[in-house]
């Protein structure tokens, strides 16, 4: 089982940028395919993106498309989300995922981080 821890949250005004990582331990990071999620407060978790084992394929929500970007370096065993454009809807907790698949929507087949709050403010 791998151990994700993530980081790189915080307070941040709208419009803002935040950089958020998860360092991965325990397995082959490189195999998988990696994704974040969030949870914003009396919602469900929700799908933000994904990247494939080499990096050569990336996938976002609709509603991050544009402003987000996620990367990743199979060296450090890190996967990243670069937050741009930053606002209050962002607002959850975001959880690194070990071993994203799609099949009628995104899910994870591995484990989860223990998640890193983001707030945006107005």
């Known amino acids: 089982q791998v151990l994700l821890v993530e980081s790189g949250g915080g307070l941040v005004q709208a419009g803002g940028s935040l950089r958020l990582s998860c360092a991965a331990s325990?397995?082959?990071?490189?195999?998988?395919?990696m994704g974040w999620f969030r949870q914003a407060p009396g919602k469900e978790r929700e799908f933000v993106a994904a990247i494939s084992w080499s990096s050569s394929n990336t996938y976002y929500a609709d509603s991050v498309k544009g402003r987000f970007t996620i990367s990743r370096d199979n060296t450090k065993n890190t996967v990243y989300l670069q937050m741009n454009s930053l606002n209050p809807e962002d607002t959850a907790v975001y959880y690194c995922?070990?071993?994203?698949?799609?099949?009628?929507?995104?899910?994870?087949?591995?484990?989860w981080g223990q998640g890193t709050q983001v707030t945006v403010s107005s």
């Open positions: 995922a070990a071993d994203v698949a799609y099949s009628s929507g995104w899910y994870n087949r591995g484990s």
């Open positions: 325990g397995r082959t990071f490189s195999n998988y395919n």
